[in-house]
């Protein structure tokens, strides 16, 4: 159980271009969705949390104009890199929690977007 | 400010070499800690979550036990299939998950 799908896995495109990325819980209803961008060696770092219904709630220093994020069924959240240049290349995941009192459920992991920006 | 650190940032063992890894977090209010294990090119896997000092969890080869400043994921007899990047979080007050950077763990036949 818990599973969560992220696709595409990976993108290769031109500097310029508006990527988007979808999440989907399988199984499971997923009242909150979480957006992480990891670097090489580095820890996971949350960008956005995104609740169904609602607008996301973006970390400081993350461009909520560059990443759009749309949660709108319980089962479906979307990230869009809009106008992406090569500093936006890296490896995005998402994540979900299965309850609406998200606070101690273990978020569970797609297995990550791979971006590079030529 | 919630923080994680884990050590040691890579571990090699043989087969069969048990041992430990360590993660130092700081956190306001411990909602959780959460250990996961990461392949190369794939999201984080959840492994155990620990509530409360003194809990401990097991699975298969694996175990978590949590003090209230750190936890450790001890790998007993390890195999290759056990190479991963372990991760450790903890979620605190402000119910988001901080991360630490990771131990990667190399079993070797």
């Known amino acids: 159980g818990a599973v969560v799908s992220q696709h595409p896995s990976r993108v290769i495109c031109k500097s310029g271009t508006s990527v988007k990325i979808e999440c989907r819980s399988l199984?499971?209803?997923?009242?909150?969705m979480f957006w992480y961008r990891q670097f090489p060696k580095k820890s996971l770092m949350l960008m956005a949390t995104s609740n169904e219904g609602s607008k996301a709630t973006y970390e400081q220093g993350v461009e909520k104009d560059k990443f759009l994020i749309n949660h709108a069924s319980l089962t479906l959240s979307t990230l869009t890199v809009t106008s992406a240049h090569p500093e936006d290349s890296s490896f995005y995941i998402c994540s979900a929690s299965a309850v609406l009192d998200y606070s101690n459920q273990p978020q569970h992991f797609g297995d990550g977007t791979r971006l590079s920006i030529l | 400010e919630d923080q994680v650190t884990q050590s040691p940032e890579a571990l090699r063992l043989q087969e069969g070499e048990s041992s430990s890894l360590n993660c130092s977090y700081t956190v306001s209010g411990l909602r959780g800690l959460f250990w996961y294990r990461q392949d190369p090119g794939k999201g984080p896997e959840f492994l155990f979550t620990l509530y409360s000092a003194g809990e401990e969890k097991e699975k298969e080869r694996l175990k978590a036990t949590l003090t209230k400043k750190e936890s450790f994921l001890h790998i007993t007899a390890p195999k290759p299939e056990d190479s991963a990047t372990y991760l450790c979080?903890?979620?605190?007050?402000?119910?988001?998950?901080?991360f630490g950077k990771g131990t990667k763990l190399t079993v070797n036949p």
């Open positions: 979080a903890v979620k605190g007050g402000s119910e988001k998950l901080v």
């Open positions: 199984d499971f209803q997923a009242t909150t």
